[in-house]
């Protein structure tokens, strides 16, 4: 094994032609530099200097070795330095994946933040709903996962055991009615006082939850419409072609023109984090990163 330090005191006597002007060089003891050639020769198994009476030359070995050594000690420079800027977060890269109207209400905010606090690193966002989204995290493709997952859905706590899980909020499902529905003005309502309308439902996910909530009230959903576009939600619910349940977080990031929001008893409420692997969290830009999305979630 070459280390670094054996090629700088190599580096140093081919260019002074003595351990001892080597010594000075590198402020040591010329005893210390004769060691270290020692150590460096019985690494590579080969003699590196002939010593003369006189004078010392570099061997055939020696010779190669010291023209290897300055693009060797240059790129370990370089290495450093580039470590110590993503360490500073002077530089860095992060892979987001988040679902839709996280991004388009948790993310901007913690992106905008992480830019003015560190201006050198950058992050990349793609769009995926869980689980997929969790499994871009788990098979490398992406650094943080902005996710959730419904109370009492199956697998619970167990689901994402073997990641770091960064808590931001509670996000509670409210009903969406055209504004001139009879519960439009309601404080609350029951999701099974909605049995008969037709309804506008989400992405799978949600739609799935939809469904679930609904048999539990003792009635299956009539879906005449189904989209992963939550504006498109919004716009059929206000048009006046249904009803629908949307997470608040949703509607937050879409203007409900036509529609009204009214909240649903009993709560239904689904949990949004950030994820990302243990090594991953030991990385000064993720930290940075879920640091800012859990800012951005208590606005």
């Known amino acids: ?3 670094a330090r054996h090629l700088r005191v190599l580096r140093a006597v081919a260019a002074t032609g003595s351990f001892s002007a080597a010594g000075r060089e590198l402020g040591c003891t010329q ?3 004769s060691q270290q050639m020692k150590a460096l020769e019985a ?3 080969t003699p590196l200097l002939v010593r003369g009476p006189r004078d010392m030359r570099l061997t055939q070995a020696g010779e190669a070795l010291v023209r290897h050594a300055a693009g060797i000690l240059a790129g370990l420079t370089a290495a450093e330095e580039e470590v110590a800027a993503i360490a500073g977060l002077r530089a860095g890269r992060v892979r987001l994946v988040s679902f839709p109207s996280g991004s388009s209400t948790l993310v901007p905010t913690a992106l905008a933040a992480l830019r003015a606090a560190h201006p050198g690193t950058r992050v990349s966002l793609e769009e995926a709903e869980p689980p997929a989204s969790v499994e871009l ?6 650094d943080v996962a902005l996710t959730f997952r419904y109370e009492g859905a ?4 167990e689901e994402w055991d073997d990641l770091v899980v960064r808590p931001l909020l509670t996000d509670r499902l409210v009903a969406l009615v055209p504004e001139g529905h009879a519960l439009a003005r309601a404080e609350s309502v029951a999701i099974g006082e909605l049995a008969e309308e037709p309804w506008i439902a989400g992405c ?3 739609r799935g939850q939809l469904v679930e909530v609904c048999e539990t009230a003792g009635f299956a959903p009539r879906i005449d419409f189904a989209t992963d576009d939550y504006p498109a939600v919004v716009g059929l619910v206000g048009a006046g072609l249904g009803v629908a349940v949307l997470p608040q977080l949703a509607v937050e990031s879409v203007r409900p023109r036509g529609a009204r929001t009214v909240r649903l008893e009993p709560a239904v409420r689904r949990e949004i984090v950030a994820l990302t692997l243990p090594d991953l969290a030991q990385v000064p830009a993720v930290t940075a990163t879920l640091d800012e999305l859990e800012r951005a979630a208590g606005r």
């Open 31 to 33: 005893p210390a530099v």
């Open 1 to 3: 094994m070459i280390e």
């Open 43 to 45: 690494s590579v198994g």
């Open 204 to 206: 799978p996910r949600c």
């Open 137 to 142: 995290l788990r098979e490398g493709d992406c």
């Open 154 to 157: 199956a697998g619970g706590a």
